[in-house]
């Protein structure tokens, strides 16, 4: 296994993930390392993030004394209304997305497989506390983007020919930012792109149970 | 004017029995119907089936129904935060049907406007979507889902006029709207009632005729379920 001090940090994903947010993109974040993205979007573009629970232009969290129990994100953690935000019923929301008009949904994983199938919801036996918004967002979105570990716990491979718990929607991840490599989905399996400084393309296949394919010198991420 | 005022909760809650399905507004605990909650606490009403996107925490929101064992059935998208729903569920005492966030909200949607059921992508070739019908449109497969039926519809809002058009605030907002006139009977407590004429029409989110009964709350808790700062 690659040494923890080439791999990247939670931060690290964000940070690369932050990339493909583009100017005039809106997009909606889901929990866990994709809530870091907003903290490393260049401030030079224009950008709105949605969260499913009714807000368009989502800031920062407020200030201590300002929290304000009608303004929370998906998270339900307090936020703050950006100039130009504006607040909605969740079947505006769902319309959004349903829709296609968010351009960027970047979430969390337990699984992908080699299609693109992601499972991020559900691990049978133990407690289940539902898929929220997760389903309408990969079942809709054009342009996913999985932010997550590229092993488990265990050591095993998150990157998997199919996934082995309960899926999320299906054939719908285009991309893949991992702690060890930035990764397409083809029709063909996936195909590596970046690796993050210091890894090899031999750790990454080696933490990668599904079909990778590699083209050509990977270059490593710029961050 | 039509008047859709009622004095109380007591008697915004009329007709609320044991075996009755409601649906409940809030996302998290914001937007809550906390009066009508605390009400069906107070009554006691057992076997019920909640339609709600959460389930509250242990010590609010639906947690106090969960705590005295008086939902059978819940219908959410997400339930976490919540120790005795766990044991609850996972002691086989209480029943869940999770659902996705849109189709909950469109299920409601659908309940109030008058369409027998949608078709939604969210949930094909999951778990989901076993034994229900799907169809395929332009290439793309889809789930057919059904409107919800209930009796009782429990909407918070944050000003509404005695005609029972609602305003809401901030993403309070959430399943509320969703759920006026999406049941027998909804009922809506607000933050402050006003006289007809005193909101401006334009600013209107829900017109009075989705709505039968409403009421000025007390005491509202309005808890902040994870309290995220930053330092001046």
Redesign the interface.
């Known amino acids: 296994m690659t040494k923890d001090k080439f791999m990247l940090d939670k931060d690290g994903i964000a940070k690369r993930i932050a990339e493909e947010v583009k100017d005039g993109y809106y997009v909606n974040l889901g929990i866990g390392i994709p809530t870091l993205v907003a903290n490393f979007v260049r401030n030079d573009i224009e950008v709105e993030f949605q969260?499913?629970?009714?807000?368009l232009g989502m800031g920062?969290?407020?200030?201590?004394?300002?929290?304000?129990?009608?303004?929370?994100?998906?998270?339900?953690?307090?936020?703050t209304?950006l100039p130009g935000a504006s607040?909605?019923?969740?079947?505006m929301?769902?319309g959004m997305?349903?829709g296609q008009h968010v351009d960027l949904t970047i979430l969390g994983a337990m699984e992908v497989a080699e299609n693109g199938d992601i499972a991020n919801w559900k691990i049978p036996g133990k407690?289940?506390?539902?898929?929220?918004?997760?389903?309408?967002l990969v079942?809709?979105a054009e342009n996913i983007i999985v932010a997550m570990m590229h092993t488990n716990k265990a050591g095993d491979s998150k990157l998997l020919k199919k996934c082995s718990l309960?899926?999320?929607?299906?054939a719908c991840v285009t991309k893949i930012v991992t702690n060890l490599a930035v990764i397409e989905v083809t029709k063909d399996g996936f195909k590596l792109l970046e690796r993050a400084p210091g890894v090899s393309v031999e750790e990454i296949k080696k933490a990668t149970e599904g079909k990778l394919l590699v083209e050509g010198n990977i270059p490593e991420m710029k961050l | 004017m039509i008047r859709k005022t009622v004095a109380n909760v007591e008697d915004a809650l009329q007709g609320v029995e044991n075996g009755m399905t409601f649906m409940l507004g809030g996302f998290g605990l914001s937007g809550i119907p906390e009066n009508a909650i605390s009400e069906l606490v107070r009554l006691n009403v057992k076997n019920l089936t909640c339609i709600s996107n959460n389930a509250g925490v242990d010590d609010f929101g639906l947690g106090l129904l969960l705590q005295k064992k008086q939902i059978d059935k819940m219908v959410s998208s997400y339930v976490g935060e919540n120790d005795e729903f766990e044991r609850q569920m996972l002691s086989e005492e209480l029943d869940v049907e999770l659902i996705p966030q849109g189709t909950l909200a469109a299920r409601c949607q659908a309940a109030q406007q008058g369409f027998p059921a949608i078709y939604t992508p969210a949930g094909y070739g999951t778990e989901v979507s076993q034994f229900k019908e799907t169809r395929e449109f332009d290439g793309k497969m889809y789930v057919l889902e059904k409107a919800f039926k209930a009796d009782f519809a429990f909407v918070k809002a944050w000003k509404g006029d005695k005609a029972g058009n609602l305003i809401f605030k901030g993403t309070a907002r959430n399943f509320n709207p969703l759920m006026c006139g999406a049941a027998k009977v909804t009922v809506v407590e607000v933050e402050e009632l006003v006289e007809p004429g005193e909101l401006d029409p334009n600013q209107i989110h829900i017109p009075g005729i989705f709505v039968q009964r409403i009421f000025e709350g007390k005491n509202y808790e309005k808890r902040i379920e994870k309290r995220t700062v930053r330092k001046k």
């Open positions: 969260s499913e629970n009714g807000i920062p969290f407020p200030f201590e004394g300002e929290e304000d129990a009608d303004l929370i994100n998906a998270g339900k953690q307090t936020i209304a607040f909605f019923d969740s079947a929301s769902f997305i349903r407690m289940v506390k539902g898929m929220g918004g997760a389903m309408d079942a809709s309960p899926l999320t929607g299906v």
